[in-house]
């Protein structure tokens, strides 16, 4: 073989041995960093042995370029690995360490992220870290300052400490929500003590006028529950004919003066006091009841008709009218009240028979004493005309016994005569 072919025949393998590993290399190492340091070290080595081949074949004298040329190409990998590999890995070292060290505020540098290897995926896996951190930490902080609508999203599904972050908000959430739930159910309890207690003084300040009662607890209950209308209906059981009276009414700071009658089991309110049960509508029948305010005069959108019932006995019926909802807090008040108001209503009526049977009682008493007066003037008149006939009897009697005594003078002085006249006839 002619040994002037050799070189460019070397060549010609050398470019081929490369070609082939760089395919081989790609296939096998494709997007990985071991692909940048395959290459580079397996060109030094074809290279540095391409060298050694050519340098054997033109004598020892040739070491003195050769030896220096191979520790270039080994600087130039190791530069090359280094500027490829090395410096990025010790930049994402540096942001690992930052984010070990808990400082979130870190940077990547691009050049770092278009790259298609681990180091590529690593920095986009820091990058997505630190996004991640940063979203939790300002989570967390919103949490911290009380703002637990705040969100974020997980970093996937086996994000653990993202969990434990929502289940913390969840948490958070329901305690907030309880707390909540409990300072209403306090507020609704403190309304309904401060309202009972308001009523019970109104109940004790108004036990006698059963008119001025009505309105006070009226007009006292639209107010204190910011409704719009009301009014209290009284069983009238006076006569035979019994039914339910409209004692006062009460409607946007205005007392009401209406004569309404409702018959027993007539319509709803009739027959709430029938049933003795409280009946609660939001949708009421057309033109059942109508507010008049300076809105105009419009249908109420609630009407609440409670009985004031105690124990089984029911004297009358609240019927209550709003444009917004009654809250169930609301009627269990209106029921308490109702059953006060029915308990003062029982006690006035029951002080009002009282009151009435004594009256009767002393008005009978005085007839009997005026009878009993007028029995003793008759029984009087009545002893001094005994005493009158029997001084008149006496009287007569003395005078009967007077002629008697005359009568017999005259009878002994016509005797006397007669004998008298007798001897002078004689004579």
């Not at 070189?7 to 760089?22: R, W």
């Not at 300052?145 to 959430?173: I, Y």
């Not at 309404?260 to 029938?274: D, P, Q, S, T």
């Amino acid at each position: 073989m002619d040994t002037r072919l050799l070189p460019p025949l070397s060549v010609f393998l050398l470019i081929v041995s490369i070609g082939l590993m760089i395919l081989i290399m790609r296939l096998l190492f494709k997007n990985s960093v071991l692909f940048k340091i395959g290459i580079s070290t397996a060109i030094v080595i074809i290279l540095a042995s391409f060298i050694s081949g050519i340098q054997v074949k033109l004598g020892p004298l040739h070491n003195l370029w050769s030896f220096p040329l191979q520790v270039l190409m080994a600087i130039a990998a190791y530069t090359y690995i280094s500027r490829n590999i090395k410096r990025p890995l010790d930049e994402i070292l540096q942001v690992v360490q930052k984010i070990t060290d808990g400082n979130l505020k870190v940077t990547i540098d691009d050049a770092i992220l278009e790259k298609k290897d681990e180091l590529g995926r690593i920095g986009k896996a820091m990058v997505q870290l630190s996004r991640g951190l940063n979203e939790k930490s300002r989570f967390a902080s919103d949490i911290g300052e009380g703002n637990l609508n705040s969100s974020f999203e997980k970093l996937g599904d086996q994000d653990e400490f993202g969990d434990a972050l929502l289940q913390m908000q969840d948490s958070l959430k329901q305690a907030r929500e309880e707390e909540q739930k409990r300072k209403e159910e306090d507020q609704r309890r403190n309304w309904i003590t401060e309202g009972m207690a308001k009523f019970a003084d109104i109940l004790r300040q108004n036990e006698e006028d059963k008119e001025e009662l009505a309105f006070k607890i009226i007009s006292n209950l639209v107010k204190y529950m910011n409704i719009n209308q009301g009014g209290l209906f009284i069983l009238n059981d006076e006569t035979n004919d019994k039914y339910l009276e409209l004692l006062s009414c009460y409607a946007f700071d205005r007392r009401k003066f209406l004569n309404r009658r409702i018959e027993i089991g007539e319509g709803l309110l009739g027959a709430c006091f029938v049933e003795g049960k409280t009946t609660y509508m939001t949708k009421l029948p057309q033109d059942y009841i109508r507010i008049t305010s300076g809105l105009g005069d419009e249908n109420p959108g609630a009407l609440l008709l409670v009985p004031l019932k105690l124990n089984d006995d029911v004297y009358g019926v609240l019927e209550l009218a709003s444009f917004k909802p009654f809250l169930e807090h609301e009627i269990e008040f209106t029921e308490k009240i109702a059953e006060s108001v029915a308990s003062a209503i029982s006690s006035l009526q029951t002080s009002t028979r009282t009151t009435l049977l004594l009256q009767k009682s002393q008005q009978q008493a005085e007839e009997m004493r005026a009878q009993e007066e007028e029995m003793r003037q008759n029984m009087e008149e009545l002893t001094a005309t005994q005493e009158a006939l029997e001084q008149k009897e006496k009287e007569n009697y003395k005078r009967v016994k007077k002629l008697e005594m005359l009568n017999r003078r005259l009878a002994e002085e016509v005797e006397r005569l007669e004998n008298l006249n007798a001897e002078k006839a004689i004579q």
